[in-house]
């Protein structure tokens, strides 16, 4: 897996080292030698992990990662300090201000690979929502990116631990630090069982347990369906270095060593809860743009975007079935009177009107769409002609039948009637442009004969 690394520290000695290291392993290498350009370096060139040592003149790696997190342009890319600090308190806050992970010079190589093929991982992860959350920017939606707060880190941690008291003691602690809920199993079955009923965003194992093998278990949950956005942290005993390598390449997001320290579990569960927040707040933003991209604003209905695809696939299965298809036109007859006379306003309550109206009397299985500004598409699986004539002579009656309420000074309500062309799937028509241009004529055929009528494909029915 190729990437692009920025080592950043001081001593040249120590940078070239890594470099040579990480180039052994065919990853390329930026490099720096303070804070202030580690950050412009990571701006311009946007790696997709920065090593970065903490003891620098004039700016620290605290607080160059403290700015490269607080920053939009840098905050997805992992960081990991690697530095001669080793104390429990030095890495409680070096995660404190952003770092993924603190490792200690010198650095471990297996840790130090297998954390950079871990880290990297997740950036590719979040390099493309956060592509797909460009794209919808650019089409206008609102970014999923903003400020993350604490009160926003919430959800639950399962603990898969078979040592009684000190998972106890670890529930209390984190249920005490953070705003989730905690649930502790002391077996893989029970750990599986959990998974299926409650997927969790955190899922904490203890690597050494009696009746199972933990990197077993740690990789039967990265497989399961439930856990494919959840965060995997293991405990492992204190350098354990090859457990830890085999943990992260099997999918495990983090690692905590024995003895725990409380503070840094917190610490470390927070920042896997910050960064599935993120990663949660982009999924949901795509989701909501390419609903909207399909979705008629005024009405609710899809609009034309969504609905010639979808025609195009109901034709492909009605062909394979050998199934009935039809399609139904709905133009509101003299809208732009009603625009004209009473205001656009009046016009948007009429056509919000208009679209549940259809929408109510057409099956569930059926699909409307606002395909135009006054021109709405009925499809009817499995209905032949005739069926597709009584359901829209249905739709016309609904529609000429009770007046519209309106907001107006002058009037309450309008009487409002719709003309309808139906056609359906046959040898000739055995595409969405072909079967809408046959309905297309028909609709143009009740226009032309009076207005409120339906005409289908081959006849006409009177209103």
């Not at 965003?201 to 949950?221: A, K, M, P, Q």
């Amino acid at each position: 897996m190729s990437a692009r690394i920025l080592v950043v520290d001081d001593i040249l000695p120590n940078v070239k080292l890594l470099e040579a290291k990480l180039m052994s392993e065919y990853y390329s290498v930026l490099t720096a030698y303070n804070g202030f350009e580690a950050i412009e370096v990571a701006k311009a060139e946007q790696p997709d992990m920065i090593l970065l040592d903490v003891m620098m003149p004039k700016m620290d790696g605290f607080e160059a990662c403290r700015r490269l997190k607080a920053d939009p342009a840098t905050a997805h890319i992992p960081v990991v300090m690697v530095t001669a600090l080793d104390q429990p308190t030095d890495r409680v806050r070096g995660l404190d201000v952003g770092a993924d992970d603190f490792l200690t010079k010198p650095a471990n190589d297996l840790a130090l690979f297998a954390r950079v093929r871990s880290l990297v991982r997740v950036k590719m992860m979040i390099d493309e929502l956060r592509l797909r959350d460009e794209t919808c920017r650019e089409l206008g939606f609102e970014s999923g990116y903003s400020d993350i707060s604490d009160d926003m880190l919430t959800g639950h941690v399962l603990i898969v631990d078979d040592r009684a008291s000190a998972a106890q003691n670890l529930s209390n602690t984190i249920s005490a630090n953070l705003n989730v809920k905690c649930n502790v199993v002391d077996n893989r079955d029970d750990a599986i069982a959990w998974m299926r009923r409650e997927p969790s965003e955190i899922v904490l194992i203890n690597s050494s347990l009696e009746s199972y093998d933990g990197l077993r278990l740690c990789s039967e949950i990265r497989s399961h369906p439930n856990a494919r956005h959840s965060a995997i942290v293991l405990m492992v005993d204190h350098n354990d270095f090859k457990t830890i390598s085999a943990s992260l390449d099997l999918g495990a997001n983090d690692y905590v060593m024995r003895p725990v320290d409380d503070n840094e579990l917190i610490a470390r569960l927070r920042s896997q809860l910050r960064r599935l927040c993120y990663a949660d707040r982009l999924r949901d933003n795509v989701h909501n743009s390419l609903k909207l991209a399909v979705t008629d604003s005024l009405t609710g209905l899809y609009n034309r975007r969504y609905a010639m695809p979808h025609l195009n696939a109901l034709i492909d299965r009605a062909t394979i079935d050998d199934s009935a298809l039809a399609v139904a036109l709905l133009d509101i007859d003299s809208f732009k009177a009603v625009n004209d006379t009473y205001g656009h306003a009046v016009g948007d309550e009429v056509l919000k009107e208009f679209a549940e109206r259809v929408r109510m009397n057409l099956r569930g299985m059926d699909m409307t769409a606002r395909i135009g500004g006054e021109e709405f598409l009925g499809i009817m699986p499995e209905t032949d002609l005739a069926g597709a004539g009584i359901v829209a002579e249905r739709l016309r009656a609904t529609i000429a039948g009770k007046p519209f309420k309106i907001t107006h000074p002058e009037r309450e309500t309008l009487d409002i009637t719709v003309s309808i062309g139906v056609a359906v799937m046959s040898p000739q028509h055995m595409t969405p442009e072909a079967m809408l241009q046959a309905a297309d004529e028909a609709l143009y055929r009740s226009k032309r004969e009076g207005r409120n009528r339906v005409t289908l494909a081959t006849t006409s029915v009177a209103a």
